[in-house]
């Protein structure tokens, strides 16, 4: 079946920019989380729903990124007055139903390169 | 506040080489810890998921053991191929933290020469 897509792939902005990321979970996920990954670096959590609502957000680096899944399926996530800082690849990953005995594994997406200019 | 470290960053070795990657974690506090590979330009891929009451798992030519007492776990793969090139992240999802945050490792890059 399909695995996660993220759309765009690739995004080049200029710094103080908006930008939209989406994510489609695989159909019937109902956990969804998104990391950053910056060059040679490991991903970084970033946010993580559960349904239509923010489990956690406490990866968000600040008030300038935020992230909606209006009907618990895609989602999008949310960046404003971009910084050059910004620049990474934006992973989304989806997980069937996550349960307290960290039995489930997360399907990643392509990922979103994201450069500001 | 739970660290990960993969060592070597890099490695290449020949073709048919068995070869092992090491992973260790500051806080053994983990429910599992879960073996990643990426190939440039791609998301990752899990290959193995071992949770915290379980010691190995395998899958074809992939062996990942853990140590959680020692914070240690360590990825072996047999008989490698050109095809195994990519680089490999280890990661851990915490007790306490929420479901499905998990903390990586900076990756080992593998180079299989033919």
């Known amino acids: 079946g399909a695995g996660v897509s993220q759309t765009p792939s690739n995004k080049v902005t200029e710094k103080g920019k908006y930008v939209e990321l989406r994510c489609d979970p695989i159909?019937?996920?109902?956990?969804l989380y998104w990391y950053r990954q910056s060059l040679g670096q490991g991903p970084e959590f970033l946010i993580y729903?559960?349904?239509?609502?923010?489990?956690?957000d406490s990866g968000l680096p600040n008030d300038r990124f935020f992230a909606v899944r209006p009907e618990g399926s895609v989602s999008t996530l949310k960046i404003q007055r971009t910084e050059r800082g910004d620049s990474a690849v934006y992973l989304c990953?989806?997980?069937?139903?996550?349960?307290?005995?960290?039995?489930?594994?997360?399907?990643f997406g392509p990922g979103t390169r994201l450069l500001v200019l | 506040k739970q660290e990960v470290t993969q060592i070597p960053a890099a490695l290449s070795v020949p073709e048919g080489e068995n070869l092992v990657l090491n992973c260790s974690f500051t806080?053994?506090?983990?429910?599992?810890l879960q073996w990643f590979r990426q190939d440039p330009g791609k998301g990752l891929t899990s290959l193995l998921l071992i949770q915290s009451s379980q010691r190995e798992q395998t899958s074809g030519r992939l062996n990942a053991s853990l140590d959680k007492s020692s914070g240690r776990s360590t990825l072996y793969i047999a008989a490698s191929q050109p095809g195994d090139s990519a680089t490999y992240l280890c990661?851990?999802?915490?007790?306490?933290?929420?479901?499905?945050?998990?903390?990586f490792g900076k990756g080992t890059k593998l180079s299989v020469k033919p």
């Open positions: 990661a851990v999802e915490n007790y306490g933290g929420s479901q499905g945050n998990l903390i």
């Open positions: 729903f559960q349904g239509t609502g923010a489990a956690d």
């Open positions: 159909s019937g996920h109902t956990a």
């Open positions: 990953a989806s997980s069937l139903n996550p349960t307290s005995g960290g039995e489930e594994t997360q399907y």
């Open positions: 806080d053994s506090a983990i429910y599992n």
